[in-house]
């Protein structure tokens, strides 16, 4: 007696329930990414380069790079390079991010030991904002295109970081809302620093920004206002995406 296939009929054996894959990727040196010690590494590495602020350094220690860039680039998370991001963008070197945020609290701290308000231009994907936001009490950040505001919330989400906003906008006339600012911070480098920013600095805040030079060249600026004037220096040679003005 023939027994009719039941349905759906079985073919081969039954499936196995497959473990859940963790994804791990493995460094060149095979350190696993999701260890600490690939981003003390990092630290050693900025700390060797010069960067010397105690709590940039822990900030850059502590902040998950490689859950801000695609999974095909991720065991290139901690090299000193910069990475793209998507819509053309990059996202910054790790040492250029700690030299501009250690530029930007240039020894000042309120009573709580951070920086004060901090605004960025240029969100991207939200890497920069994630570090300011463990050394400034407020950070506002914002980005022109749609596409990464919304990629920097999602990758921001995990981290919880209630002191960080995320606004899409056009960043050139920056953020009055949330002015003044102890410190402006842009990721993108326009011809001149906007009139904009330099009226929401707070008397003692400091804006660093890359800055096209008459020569063509971009360079690092760092401007700080006093009592009675704004003090501007000119630092070194830097590779930053253009600022641009509207939204897209
Ligand atoms: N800090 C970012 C780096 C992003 S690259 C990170 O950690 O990933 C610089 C970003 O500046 C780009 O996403 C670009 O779209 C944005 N940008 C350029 N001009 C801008 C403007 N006027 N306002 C807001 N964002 C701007």
């Known amino acids: 007696m023939s027994r009719r296939p039941s349905f759906p009929a079985r073919l081969g054996p039954p499936p ?40 940039v350094l822990a900030a850059m220690g502590s902040v998950e ?16 390079t910069s ?15 700690a030299r501009m945020i250690e530029l930007l609290l240039g020894g000042k701290r309120d009573a709580s030991g951070k920086l004060g308000r901090v605004l960025e231009i240029g969100t ?21 295109l749609r596409g990464l505001h919304d990629k920097a919330r999602e ?43 330099i009226e929401q600095l707070a008397v003692g805040g400091r804006i660093v920004a890359p800055t096209v030079m008459p020569t063509g060249q971009q360079a690092l600026v760092v401007m700080e206002r006093t009592a009675r004037e704004m003090k501007q220096t000119v630092l070194e040679a830097v590779h930053f995406v253009p600022l641009k003005s509207g939204i897209a």
């Open 83 to 97: 990475l793209p991001i998507g819509l053309g963008q990059t996202i910054s070197k790790p040492n250029v991010v």
């Open 124 to 144: 991207g994907c939200g890497y920069q904002a994630a570090v300011l936001g463990l050394v400034a009490s407020e950070v506002y950040s914002i980005e022109r």
């Open 155 to 197: 990758n921001l989400r995990p981290f919880r970081l209630a002191n960080v906003h995320l606004l899409f906008g056009d960043g050139m006339v920056g953020y009055a809302k949330g002015a003044p600012y102890a410190g402006i911070i842009a990721a993108a480098g326009g011809d001149a620093v906007p009139a904009a920013w």
């Open 16 to 55: 196995v329930a497959k473990k859940p894959v963790s994804f791990s990727p493995v460094m060149p040196g095979g350190i696993g990414l999701d260890s600490q010690a690939v981003r003390a590494r990092m630290v050693q590495k900025l700390a060797a380069q010069g960067i010397a602020d105690a709590q």
């Open 65 to 80: 790079r490689h859950r801000f860039v695609d999974s095909a680039l991720v065991n290139q998370a901690y090299e000193d």
